[in-house]
């Protein structure tokens, strides 16, 4: 089995090509080591036929059977819950003990620490103190809902229970029903119910953790072991008193306290009875993003940042007004998302110059059925010139006929077709369209005086902050777009695409898009959430703009192969600009 380290260097692979000097920092080991780790890697992937790490520029994970990968990620994942497992369900244990327990290192025990502590950042703490053993703090959740949690997670968890299922299922089950209210089971499924229960009879010597205004009575059921009885009327006294405290109102209020809520448009609605539900259900059974789930979401923030902004605010405020919930900020996300539906391309306006009428409409027809984000304007040849016709404002020119007797006034064409379009010109047509809006706008969003070098020495915040206030003080941008930006990068939630920050903000602006680009001095080396910064490129989006995620999917597709030597190098705004031209 690979040591925690081989398991986290595979990790820092599968999110982008790295070299070996950047491994090495991320793990704090030598690149000796990272060599040796790679080979070892190497091994267990031949052995398994999953693929390999190949090193070229940079190392990179190179995958040839998905499933064999899955089932080694899987065993990675085992291997860290059954620590967890064991530290949940004794009261105290040693590193030594625990060691034993689990058949891992002191050293691979210490570093699945921190990984649980990262994942479970809001939720646990695990720490090692002297003469103490190892002390494992809980918060905003219970040992027994992360026990329940595990037991779904992995089947052969159960057999850890003193009790037998059929008795767990057949007796105390009902027994528990008949006590609670049935609400409780709009939100847990009954495999969710048994898990809970299967976990109070791992950790019934817990019972005292659970204090809860609510007295539940299992004393009629004197077949249930005193001290089972006992933590199950203290739990699901909590798990009542809590659902009473979660309301549609109370839910609908930190929606309305929202600063910026506008994209939700009509939908509140609905989006309020969404989030109330989702909250009864984290209420009754916490669940967890995992690592892999986080990856995936990132991606959706990536191409929806707006979205992912006030779905982390109104986690905020939720965990405030609920603050016994683990409330998931990327679960919310999920849920604002659905709500919103944000289209994913940009609508681009073509102009069609036809010879013939109805061979144009036909073309129109055609073109806006199978390219939708693609709105089409006709015009016949013989009529430009007798009315008014900007054709800067259009991003596409498409002439259908032979494009000879074009007036001077039409000075570029994008292309040019005869008769009724084929499947060849619409293709074409496709990928003209998917990115000639902002390539063709990018240098008005981003002229030159855009760019900017940042002398100020300090952290990323102090030289995000210095250049914005020098863009202030050469009358670029305004204060209120400054204080928007740097409000929404202490959100804790910055999106970052291959070592650039892109702060971003809706404000008040003439055009669509502003963008700047602040690049810190070459001797400056930035980082955030412990993430290499080499720029920051910064979003405005003008207020009125109804869908304000769509730039970031165009600056995404340009950004993320580039390699992160190359932007390193970036020192003028020629350079910048060729990145988006």
């Known amino acids: 089995m690979l040591n925690v380290r081989a398991q986290h260097l595979i990790r820092l692979l599968q999110e982008k090509d790295q070299t070996g000097k950047e491994l090495a920092t991320a793990l704090d080991t030598s690149r000796r080591t990272v060599i040796r780790d790679i080979n070892i890697i190497n091994s267990v992937f031949a052995e398994q036929k999953i693929g390999q790490i190949v090193s070229g520029q940079n190392y990179h994970l190179e995958i040839e059977e998905t499933a ?21 369900r004794r009261p105290t244990v040693t590193l030594p003990e625990l060691g034993e327990l689990t058949y891992m290192s002191r050293a691979a025990l210490l570093s699945l620490f921190t990984k649980l502590n990262q994942e479970f950042h809001d939720v646990l703490t695990i720490t090692t103190k002297s003469g103490e053993g190892i002390v494992l703090t809980i918060d905003k959740t219970s040992r027994i809902d992360i026990l ?30 008949s006590v609670v209210p049935q609400r409780l089971f709009d939100y847990l499924t009954r495999g969710q119910f048994l ?39 203290n739990y699901y006294g909590v798990k009542v008193e809590l659902l009473n405290t979660i309301t549609v109102n109370a839910v609908r209020e930190q929606i309305l306290a929202l600063d910026d809520r506008k994209i939700l448009a009509q939908r509140e609605r609905p989006f309020t009875n969404e989030i109330f539900s989702h909250l009864c259900r984290c209420a009754m059974f916490p669940t967890f993003a995992d690592t892999i789930l986080i990856k995936q979401i990132t991606n959706l923030e990536i191409n929806n940042p707006f979205v992912f902004d006030l779905a982390f605010a109104l986690t905020e405020k939720l965990s405030r ?21 944000t289209p994913t391309e940009q609508n681009v306006n073509a102009l069609l110059i036809f010879s013939q009428q109805a061979v144009g409409r036909i073309n129109q027809m055609i073109v806006s059925e199978h390219i939708p984000n693609v709105d089409i304007e006709e015009v016949s040849i013989s009529d430009i010139g007798t009315e008014p016709l900007d054709i800067a404002s259009y991003d596409l020119i498409l002439v259908n006929g032979r494009g000879e007797d074009l007036p001077n006034s039409i000075t570029r064409v994008d292309m040019v077709f005869n008769g009724i379009i084929g499947s060849q010109e619409l293709s074409k047509l496709k990928k003209l369209a998917d ?13 030159p005086d855009h760019f900017l070098t940042v002398t100020t020495k300090g952290n990323a915040a102090d030289v995000l902050a210095a250049g914005l206030n020098q863009l202030a003080a050469n009358q670029q941008i305004d204060q209120l777009a400054i204080q928007n930006l740097l409000k929404r990068e202490k959100m804790n939630n910055q999106l970052i695409i291959n ?33 290499p ?15 304000p995620g769509k730039i970031f ?12 030597a190359q932007l390193a190098k970036i020192t003028t705004y020629e350079q910048m600009l060729a990145l988006f031209n």
């Open 435 to 447: 990115n000639s809006f902002f390539e063709m706008k990018f240098p008005d969003f981003f002229p």
């Open 499 to 531: 070592e650039i920050s892109i702060p971003h903000a809706t404000a008040d602006i003439p055009g669509a898009y502003e963008i700047f680009v602040l690049r810190p001095n070459s001797g400056n080396s930035l980082q955030i959430s412990q993430q």
């Open 195 to 233: 898990a809970q229960i299967t976990a109070c009879a791992i950790g019934a010597q817990f019972a005292d953790e659970f204090k809860s205004e609510i007295q539940l009575d299992l004393s009629m059921y004197q077949q249930i072991q005193p001290q089972l009885r006992k933590i199950l009327e």
């Open 553 to 564: 999917s165009y600056i995404y597709k340009r950004l993320a192969n580039v390699d992160p």
């Open 148 to 177: 329940a949690y595990l037991l779904r997670e992995h089947k052969t968890f159960y057999s850890e229970s003193p009790i037998e299922q059929t008795i767990l299922t057949k007796t105390i089950m009902p027994a528990v029903q």
């Open 68 to 88: 064999a990968f899955q089932r080694l990620l899987n065993e990675f994942r085992r291997e860290q819950d059954i620590v967890l497992f064991e530290l949940l």
């Open 321 to 341: 007004r609920f603050p016994s919930i683990n409330i998931e900020p990327q679960f919310i996300a999920l849920y604002t998302l659905h709500t919103v539906d």
């Open 533 to 547: 910064i080499t720029l920051f490129l910064c979003v405005l989006v003008k207020s009125a703009i109804v869908d």
